[in-house]
C-alpha cells in the first residue's frame, strides 16, 4: 500500500504528504488534547442553543461551541472584525501550527496553501445584521460589519492573521462535503511540489437559518444524534472548526516533525442526483475512486468514520454503499456526529482529525446514543463506548447535498517501513 504512484520517464516522482499538526474547535473541547479526551470518552456536545433566538420552535438542542474567546487566538488583527466562523478557523490554524511545531515566521518564506471548507461561510453574522436591522431599524445599521460576511473570510482571515504573503488562500463552498474537499486539494498541491505546506480543513458556525431549514425538513432530532439506531430521529446541528497541517514527508522527517498520519489519497464525485437525497451508487464509487487513488484494496481498510447524520435516508443509504463497496467484509463504521452534532463544513475536517487521532493512538471512538442497530444499517457501529485496535488505513467519508461527495484515506506511517518502499 502507498499513495505514491510510479513516475514516468522524466516525471518527478510526487511527494508523499504527512499530517503533522492539528487545530480543533469542537462543541466537546478545544484543541487536539481536549479533543481526543472528547472521542476516547464518548462525550456529548449536546446541550440547549443559545447563540440564536430559539423562540418559536418545538425543541432546539444543538452541539454548539462553548467556553470559545477570540482574543485567545486572534492576535494580529481586530477579532471583532471577523464572523464567528473566521474566528474559528484562525483559532484552529494557530492551534494546528503550535501542534506541528511550527514557526510562524518560517513559513512565510515558503510558498503555502489555506484552504477551507464550508456549509454557511458567515451566515451567523449575516443573521444577526438582519436580526438588528429588524429590531433597532435600518437607522443604526453598521456597514462595517458587512466585511465580516463574505464566506471567503474564513481562509483570508488565517493568512492575514499569521502574516503569510506567499500563499493561495481558498474557500471551498461545497457544503457537507467541503472539508474533505478542502484536504483533497492541499493534498494535491503539497504533493506535487506546488506548494511546501497547506493548512487546510473546514468551518462554520451554527446559524438560525441553517437550523430553520433542517427543522422545516423534518431533519432536526429532538434531543440527541442516534446515526445507524432503528429509532434514529435526525441530526443536531453543531459547529466548530478543523484544521490540518499537509507537508512532504521528507520535510516532516528533517525537522522531526511528529506525524499523526499519511494521507494516502482521496475520492471526489458530484452526481447531482437530488438537492437533498442521497444516492448510493454515487456513494460508492466516491469510496471507490478515494481507493483507486491511495492504491488500497478493499480488504485493508479497518475503520471508517461515516457521513453519519442520523436522519433515516442518510444512513441506510451510506451503509448501503458501504456494503457494495466493502461486501461480507465490512470495516467497522462510526459516526463522530453523535458527538459533535452536524458541524457542516467543518464536518469531514473534525472527522480526518479524529482518523488521524484513531490511528495514531490506536483506538476506535464510539457512536455514542446507541441503543439498537437499525437491520437496514447493519454495520458495527463501536456502540457507545471507545475500543482499542490496531488501525492501520481509515477511511473518512463526507457526503452532501446536490451530490458532493468526497472522501479521504489516511494511513499509518511506520519509518521502518520506509527502506522496504
Not at 464518548?42 to 482574543?71: H, K, M, Q, W
Not at 501542534?99 to 443573521?127: F, H, N, P
Not at 525537522?255 to 494521507?263: K, L, N, Q, T
Not at 447524520?309 to 462510526?334: C, L, S, W
Amino acid at each position: 500500500m502507498s499513495a505514491v504512484q510510479s513516475a514516468g520517464p522524466g516525471e518527478a516522482r510526487p511527494h508523499r504528504v504527512v499530517l503533522t499538526g492539528l487545530g480543533v474547535v469542537s462543541s466537546i473541547g478545544l484543541g487536539v488534547t481536549e479533543f481526543l479526551q472528547g472521542l476516547r470518552e464518548g462525550r456529548s456536545g449536546a446541550r440547549p442553543i443559545t447563540v440564536f433566538d430559539t423562540e418559536g420552535f418545538d425543541y432546539a438542542n444543538g452541539c454548539e461551541v462553548v467556553n470559545f474567546d477570540p482574543l485567545d487566538w486572534v492576535r494580529t488583527q481586530d477579532a471583532d472584525r471577523l464572523g464567528r466562523a473566521a474566528q474559528f478557523s484562525v483559532a484552529a490554524a494557530r492551534m494546528a501550527l503550535e501542534d506541528a511545531g511550527l514557526d510562524v515566521a518560517e513559513l512565510r518564506d515558503r510558498r503555502g496553501l489555506v484552504s477551507v471548507g464550508t456549509t454557511d461561510g458567515e451566515s451567523y453574522d449575516l443573521d444577526q445584521l438582519v436580526e438588528q436591522e429588524i429590531t433597532r431599524g435600518p437607522d443604526t445599521f453598521d456597514p462595517m460589519a458587512v466585511r465580516r460576511v463574505p464566506a471567503a473570510r474564513l481562509s483570508v482571515a488565517i493568512a492575514q492573521e499569521l502574516e503569510l504573503a506567499d500563499v493561495e488562500a481558498v474557500t471551498v463552498p461545497t457544503a457537507c462535503a467541503a472539508g474533505n474537499y478542502a484536504i483533497g486539494y492541499g493534498f494535491d498541491v503539497v504533493r506535487s511540489g506546488e506548494a511546501d505546506y497547506a493548512l487546510c480543513g473546514g468551518a462554520d458556525a451554527m446559524c438560525r437559518k441553517n437550523f430553520s431549514g433542517f427543522y422545516r425538513l423534518g431533519t432536526i432530532a429532538p434531543d440527541r444524534c442516534q446515526p445507524f439506531d432503528a429509532e434514529r430521529k435526525g441530526i443536531l446541528t453543531g459547529e466548530g472548526a478543523g484544521v490540518l497541517v499537509l507537508e512532504r514527508l521528507e520535510t516532516a522527517l528533517a525537522r522531526g516533525a511528529r506525524i499523526y498520519a499519511e494521507v494516502l489519497g482521496y475520492g471526489l464525485n458530484c452526481d447531482a442526483y437530488h438537492q437533498v437525497a442521497p444516492n448510493q451508487d454515487s456513494v460508492a464509487r466516491c469510496m471507490e475512486l478515494a481507493l483507486e487513488n491511495s492504491g488500497v484494496k478493499p480488504d485493508e481498510v479497518d475503520l471508517i468514520s461515516a457521513h453519519g447524520t442520523g436522519t433515516k435516508a442518510n444512513d441506510v443509504t451510506e451503509a448501503g454503499a458501504i456494503r457494495q463497496v466493502f461486501g461480507d467484509r465490512t470495516p467497522r463504521t462510526v459516526s463522530l456526529k453523535s458527538m459533535l452534532g452536524h458541524s457542516m463544513g467543518a464536518a469531514s475536517a473534525l472527522g480526518a482529525i479524529g482518523c488521524a487521532l484513531a490511528i495514531d493512538n490506536r483506538f476506535i471512538p464510539p457512536t455514542i446514543n446507541h441503543v439498537t442497530t437499525d437491520p437496514e444499517c447493519d454495520v458495527d457501529c463501536v456502540p457507545n463506548h471507545a475500543i482499542e485496535a490496531d488501525l492501520r488505513i481509515v477511511q473518512n467519508n463526507g457526503l452532501a447535498f446536490g451530490g458532493n461527495n468526497a472522501v479521504v484515506l489516511l494511513g499509518r506511517y511506520d519509518g521502518a517501513e520506509e527502506e522496504t518502499r
